[in-house]
């Protein structure tokens, strides 16, 4: 599988509760009984891309994953998703998007339209 990650590499800020808007509580999908375990367990968010992700929802990378250098990641789909790294000071992260290609390899046996179409 090949994998690519693209990231800037700037620092951004953890949030806390108290400092997100009624908007970015939408965007979190939360309902009024969420944001009130949130505030008072003092969970942390990020802005990336114009969405609030709270760090609850990353997963831990472990030390032979294929993101080895990150501490956690975060699926949006199959193929795809977000990496997070946390910063000396852990009062901020570094961001990054990362995107699986599988790789087509030809299965001997198959018609020979069909390797064709997969080699191409």
């Not at 944001?35 to 990336?48: H, P, S």
């Not at 975060?74 to 997070?84: D, K």
Request: charged share 30%; proline share 4%.
């Amino acid at each position: 599988m090949n994998l690519e990650i693209i990231t800037n590499n700037v620092p951004r800020d953890l949030l806390y509760p108290y400092e997100l808007s009624e908007k970015d509580w939408e965007d979190t999908c939360y309902d009024e009984k969420d944001r009130q375990r949130a505030e008072q367990e003092g969970d942390t968010f990020i802005k990336y891309k114009n969405y609030v992700y709270s760090l609850a929802d990353f997963m831990r990378v472990e030390d032979n994953s294929s993101f080895k250098g990150w501490h956690g990641y975060l699926s949006e789909t199959f193929f795809s998703g977000i990496l997070i790294k946390y910063c000396e000071d852990t009062a901020q992260v570094v961001l990054g998007r990362y995107y699986s290609f599988p790789s087509l390899r030809v299965v001997s046996g198959m018609p020979p339209a069909l390797t064709k179409q997969i080699g191409d």
